[in-house]
């Protein structure tokens, strides 16, 4: 075998609960997070040397040196077995990139399980998933798939069951936010509000039980009722214009709508796949639609 291509599925946190701030910088997270329709794919070719290169959407926003995920994720591999990572990897990319959309997330993912089946390795799921929770919080969930409640920083992950489709729009931003960033103005907003933002100051986030229950019922009319997103706030805090967008979705027929993760993606709950297509033509705009719940990391034929 000398290439191996694997698609990789977007996520959306249909529940971000967020703890304090902890002694190392990351916050608590009751996180359940549901992976979505929109991929990117991530080609794994032998080489002589360590090379990266992207097309599709954004591309220029995407680092193409030892900072890009999915390098980070092949020379972790390869230093684990104790090899060299040569390998020429090609991201061919749909999610958006700094949308909250855990895009470069996918991309690490993608290029383990690419770069462990091109270097016949045949590490097993939680040597994966292991390796997936060193190279950042979402990223064991790119590799899981379907839906999932994650605590810790969002790495520790239990499946959670979903009984039937569900269907989103996506407005995607021009322009990313970063993830830190909003962390921090989350933090922020909580000190400016009288409270602290430590793990002391800010109850521990929980998942609502609620939630859970309409994944399992397949009932878009009851999730929509419970879509919580704690950053939501700090996102729109730091870029207005993002609450006349969510606004914008729900009078354009979405059950509810959200910022996705640390956004600027909004994400919309539409009733079913019809509305959906529906909704994404009123707003225009590129406007995505995709269903839920999609297939984790997966190595194509
Ligand atoms: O884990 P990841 O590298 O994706 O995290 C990016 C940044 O997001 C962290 O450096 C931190 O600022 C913030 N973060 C956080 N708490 C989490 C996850 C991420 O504060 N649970």
Same mark, same amino acid.
């Given at each position: 075998?000398?290439?191996?291509?694997v698609r990789?599925?977007?996520?959306?946190n249909?529940?971000?609960?967020v703890g304090g701030?902890?002694?190392?910088?990351?916050?608590?997270?009751?996180?359940?997070?549901?992976?979505?329709?929109?991929?990117?794919?991530?080609t794994?070719?032998?080489?002589?040397?360590?090379?990266v290169?992207?097309e599709g959407?954004?591309v220029?926003?995407?680092p193409?040196?030892?900072s890009?995920?999915?390098?980070?994720?092949?020379?972790?591999?390869?230093?684990r077995?104790?090899?060299?990572p040569?390998?020429?990897?090609?991201?061919e990319?749909?999610i958006?990139v700094?949308?909250?959309?855990?895009?470069g997330?996918?991309?690490a #993912?993608? *290029?383990?399980?690419a770069c462990?089946? %091109?270097?016949?390795?045949?590490? $097993?799921?939680d040597?994966? !998933? /292991?390796?997936?929770?060193?190279?950042?919080s979402?990223?064991?969930?790119?590799l899981?798939g379907?839906?999932?409640?994650g605590?810790g920083r969002?790495e520790?992950?239990?499946?959670?069951?979903?009984?039937?489709a569900?269907?989103w729009?996506?407005?995607v931003?021009?322009?990313?936010?970063?993830?830190?960033?909003v962390?921090?103005?989350c933090?922020?907003l909580?000190?400016?509000a009288?409270?602290g933002?430590?793990v002391?100051?800010?109850?521990?986030p929980?998942?609502?039980?609620?939630?859970?229950?309409?994944?399992?019922d397949?009932d878009?009319? #009851?999730? *929509?009722?419970v879509?919580?997103n704690d %950053?939501?706030?700090?996102?729109? $805090?730091?870029?207005?214009? !993002? /609450?006349?967008?969510?606004?914008?979705?729900?009078?354009a027929?979405?059950?509810?709508?959200?910022?996705?993760?640390?956004?600027p993606?909004?994400a919309?709950?539409?009733?079913?796949?019809?509305?959906?297509?529906?909704?994404?033509?009123?707003?225009?705009?590129?406007?995505r639609?995709?269903?839920?719940?999609?297939p984790?990391?997966t190595?194509l034929?």
């Amino acid at each position: 075998m000398n290439a191996v291509t694997v698609r990789v599925p977007a996520k959306v946190n249909v529940q971000l609960a967020v703890g304090g701030r902890r002694p190392d910088g990351f916050h608590d997270l009751a996180s359940v997070f549901l992976a979505v329709g929109l991929y990117d794919r991530v080609t794994a070719t032998a080489a002589g040397e360590l090379r990266v290169t992207a097309e599709g959407r954004d591309v220029a926003g995407i680092p193409l040196d030892g900072s890009n995920l999915a390098v980070r994720a092949a020379v972790a591999l390869a230093a684990r077995h104790g090899i060299e990572p040569k390998v020429r990897l090609h991201i061919e990319k749909d999610i958006p990139v700094a949308g909250g959309m855990a895009g470069g997330s996918a991309d690490a #993912a993608g *290029a383990l399980l690419a770069c462990d089946a %091109l270097w016949g390795l045949g590490s $097993s799921r939680d040597e994966l !998933l /292991a390796l997936c929770a060193e190279l950042g919080s979402d990223v064991p969930f790119s590799l899981l798939g379907g839906a999932a409640l994650g605590v810790g920083r969002g790495e520790v992950l239990t499946g959670l069951e979903v009984g039937g489709a569900f269907h989103w729009v996506f407005a995607v931003a021009d322009a990313g936010l970063s993830t830190p960033a909003v962390y921090a103005e989350c933090d922020r907003l909580r000190r400016a509000a009288g409270g602290g933002d430590s793990v002391s100051d800010v109850p521990e986030p929980v998942v609502d039980p609620a939630l859970v229950a309409a994944l399992r019922d397949g009932d878009p009319y #009851a999730l *929509a009722g419970v879509l919580a997103n704690d %950053l939501q706030a700090a996102a729109v $805090s730091l870029r207005p214009g !993002l /609450a006349a967008t969510l606004a914008s979705g729900r009078e354009a027929g979405a059950l509810a709508s959200l910022v996705s993760g640390s956004g600027p993606t909004c994400a919309f709950l539409a009733p079913d796949a019809d509305s959906a297509g529906k909704i994404a033509a009123t707003l225009g705009g590129g406007a995505r639609v995709a269903p839920s719940p999609a297939p984790g990391a997966t190595l194509l034929p």
